[in-house]
């Protein structure tokens, strides 16, 4: 007889489909809602664990890169946007959402030299989050890049932005003040402080 899974200990289980079979919802129809210009809008019917049926909307997106860039003094590349939905300016490390078929880090080595005008000599892929797991499909890839070189930069057309530098200190004085609250950009300080303190290691490389 099998034995029975300890619920606490689920979470960390190797056997993925042995512990979530019963969380899993199976999709019955899918519908496109709104196409437009690089997101979509879908509503589909799923079937739950239970076997009753459920509407999911949900948004389509394309997936996106983060870079946390690192300057010789050990200040961070910021950026302040203004993000209409929220209605306000926005402190942030550059990012952007991928091409059709572009791979992260050349999104990344985009993004960096279009928006702030830096190109990388080292780069390192951090690793990945979701950030809206409740109604997106978005990935972002996290990436680091050092030995920075100041070019000109290229904003797409109606972008506005302005580019400056900060410590860490001051990131994380504005993360504790409300003043930096977005979401990708905080991931992106955690994990720098998790390097800096040799708890994550990155591996580097060379372009």
Same mark, same amino acid.
């Given at each position: 007889?099998?034995?029975?899974?300890?619920?606490? *200990?689920?979470?960390?289980?190797?056997?993925?489909?042995?512990?979530?079979?019963?969380?899993?919802?199976?999709?019955?129809?899918?519908?496109?809602?709104?196409? $437009?210009?690089?997101?979509?809008?879908?509503?589909?019917?799923?079937?739950?664990?239970?076997?009753?049926?459920?509407?999911?909307? !949900?948004?389509?997106?394309?997936?996106?890169?983060?870079?946390?860039?690192?300057?010789?003094? $050990?200040?961070?590349?910021?950026?302040?946007? !203004?993000?209409?939905?929220?209605?306000?300016?926005?402190?942030?490390?550059?990012?952007?959402?991928?091409?059709?078929?572009?791979?992260?880090?050349?999104?990344?080595?985009?993004?960096?030299?279009?928006?702030?005008?830096?190109?990388?000599?080292?780069?390192?892929?951090?690793?990945?989050?979701?950030?809206?797991?409740?109604?997106?499909?978005?990935?972002?890839?996290?990436?680091?890049?050092?030995?920075?070189?100041?070019?000109?930069?290229?904003?797409?057309?109606?972008?506005?932005?302005?580019?400056?530098?900060?410590?860490?200190?001051?990131?994380?004085?504005?993360?504790?003040?409300?003043? *930096?609250?977005?979401?990708?950009?905080?991931?992106?300080?955690?994990?720098?402080?998790?390097?800096?303190?040799?708890?994550?290691?990155?591996?580097?490389?060379?372009?």
């Amino acid at each position: 007889m099998t034995a029975p899974i300890d619920p606490l *200990l689920a979470p960390h289980a190797t056997d993925a489909s042995a512990t979530e079979a019963h969380l899993r919802e199976d999709t019955v129809s899918s519908d496109t809602v709104y196409q $437009g210009h690089f997101l979509q809008l879908r509503k589909d019917r799923v079937r739950l664990p239970d076997g009753r049926e459920a509407a999911r909307e !949900y948004v389509v997106h394309p997936g996106a890169v983060m870079v946390v860039p690192i300057l010789p003094d $050990g200040r961070l590349v910021m950026e302040r946007q !203004y993000r209409y939905p929220v209605r306000q300016t926005m402190i942030e490390f550059p990012a952007g959402k991928l091409d059709a078929g572009e791979g992260g880090q050349a999104c990344a080595q985009r993004e960096l030299l279009e928006e702030t005008g830096y190109s990388a000599k080292r780069w390192a892929k951090a690793g990945i989050m979701h950030p809206v797991i409740g109604y997106a499909t978005e990935v972002i890839e996290v990436w680091f890049a050092d030995e920075l070189t100041l070019g000109e930069r290229h904003l797409d057309d109606g972008e506005f932005l302005d580019v400056f530098a900060a410590s860490q200190q001051e990131l994380e004085d504005w993360m504790r003040d409300g003043l *930096l609250t977005d979401a990708k950009t905080v991931v992106g300080m955690m994990w720098l402080l998790q390097w800096r303190a040799g708890r994550w290691p990155l591996a580097w490389q060379s372009v």
